[in-house]
């Protein structure tokens, strides 16, 4: 097929021409020809901006270009059909049809010099304008020029892969700034290296402010949080139940599994840094006698990291702030129940009835940990895995409720693990250890606000 007549019979053929504005889109000469040539044959015109900050061309400042800046969806859908409704009851221009002729003619292109036209592909290409270079060749192509020495095709070939890669890196850089920014600001850095975790599959290779490096730890990509409402929960004790408002909060989806534990652990600044451990002279103490971690077993990643204590969940949740940018630690004992319970103060995170097959307790006879996402049926309210049996999990506070970390009292756990019955699995089950205390039916989540 001849290029342009294809181009013009198809654009002849059609009843609507629809023009997404972009800087690319608007100063192609591919575009304004074929623009030009709808207008001309009286099609009905739909401008719609997929950049923000267009400056809107001359022939389209007559039309109401639809904003699909933000995406497709339910509205921008719907402005566009709404445009497609109402351009289809409007009456049909009858207009005489008068080809645009391309930016040379095929009879002028005889009369062209040569070597002029060569100049103009060799200075498009040069100058990086390889849209006008393959708008140029194409035309070239189709007047018959031959030569025993130049090879147009290859020529045209590679500005058509160089169109192709600017195009590709053009995209990629409107969907990288913004992650950025995002990186930038404490507050959404980790939206930011979330959002840096799906644009680094799509565009391995593009990485200009060389966010890869800023987060090596590319198993932080796999911590997903809840977000839980405020409300109220009631914790029970032996001598009395008390009522507590929780403000809202976010949660790990699952607890910290070895693989995230070890991320902190083979750091350069990471478990054997002092700066997470100086929270408490205990905690720092205890670090001195205690410069290594037990083994993180191999082939276990997904599992739930135990054989913690309080002390090193702590020092992780501080460690961990640092590199988020947000004030992780671990969970109260009200943010840890709210999680599990939701509004209606529910034995169980799915409900009142215990389900052997939804949790990992004495009962499901495992008799070890599980990975953490292994029973998406037992999930809370609000989405959150594994809330009871598997592991317990370290809470922030003591049994009376203290937060001082300073404090060398037991520390509340919360869940139930692989060994516990349905009884001391409930939303409600808790007791206390010492700090020190590293077992392997005992792990944590973590929490920030």
């Known amino acids: 097929q001849k290029w342009w007549d294809e181009i013009q019979q198809q654009i002849e053929r059609c009843e609507g021409f629809l023009y997404l504005l972009s800087p690319e889109s608007i100063s192609s000469q591919y575009c304004q020809k074929e623009l030009a040539l709808a207008q001309a044959l009286g099609k009905q015109i739909f401008p719609a901006l997929i950049q923000s900050k267009v400056v809107i061309p001359d022939a389209l400042q007559d039309y109401h270009a639809i904003d699909l800046t933000g995406g497709l969806n339910s509205r921008t859908v719907k402005a566009l059909l709404n445009a497609i409704y109402v351009a289809e009851r409007m009456p049909v221009r009858r207009v005489p049809v008068q080809p645009v002729a391309p930016t040379y003619s095929l009879v ?26 393959v708008f140029l060749l194409k ?5 018959g020029y031959a030569s025993r020495f130049i090879d147009l095709e290859a020529i045209l070939h590679e500005a058509e892969d160089a169109l192709e890669h600017q195009a590709y890196l053009r ?14 600001r404490t507050r959404t850095r980790h939206l930011g290296l979330q ?34 409402p405020a409300g109220k929960v009631t914790l029970r004790r032996e001598v009395g139940n008390t009522t507590h408002s929780v403000s809202t909060f976010c949660i790990s989806k699952y607890p910290i599994t070895n693989d995230q534990f070890k991320v902190f652990v083979e750091a350069s600044d990471g478990y054997r840094d002092d700066r997470w451990w100086n929270y408490s002279p205990d905690a720092r103490d205890w670090h001195h006698t205690h410069l290594e971690p037990l083994p993180i077993p191999d082939g276990r990643g997904n599992l739930p990291s135990v ?6 969940a702590m020092a992780y949740c501080r460690w961990l702030s640092v590199q988020t940018g947000l004030n992780v630690t671990l969970p109260t004992e009200q943010q840890w129940q709210r999680a599990a319970q939701g509004d209606d103060e529910r034995q169980y995170p799915w409900g009142d009835e215990f389900e052997v097959a939804y949790c990992n307790t004495y009962e499901s006879r495992c008799r070890e940990a599980t990975p953490v996402n292994h029973y998406p049926a037992g999930v809370s309210p609000y989405g959150v895995f594994d809330m009871v049996g598997n592991v317990w999990e370290w809470c922030l506070n003591t049994e009376r409720g203290s937060l001082d970390e300073n404090r060398s009292d037991e ?39």
């Open 411 to 449: 520390r509340v756990v919360r869940g139930g693990s692989y060994i516990s019955g349905a009884e001391r699995s409930r939303t409600t089950s808790y007791f206390h250890l010492n700090p020190l205390c590293r077992y392997d039916t005992i792990g944590f989540r973590i929490v920030h606000d």
């Open 195 to 228: 959002a840096f975790a799906g644009f680094h599959k799509q565009f391995p290779d593009y990485d200009p402010e060389n966010l890869l490096e800023y987060c090596e730890f590319t198993t932080l990509y796999a911590l997903e949080w809840c977000c839980i």
């Open 171 to 184: 995209e990629a850089e409107r969907e990288y700034r913004p992650i950025v920014s995002l990186v930038q």
């Open 307 to 312: 054989n913690v204590c309080w002390h090193e």
């Open 139 to 143: 035309q070239f192509k189709e007047s």
């Open 108 to 133: 002028a292109l005889e009369a062209v010099n040569t070597v002029t036209l060569i100049n103009e592909v060799g200075g498009a290409l040069e100058a990086g304008n390889f849209d006008q270079a």
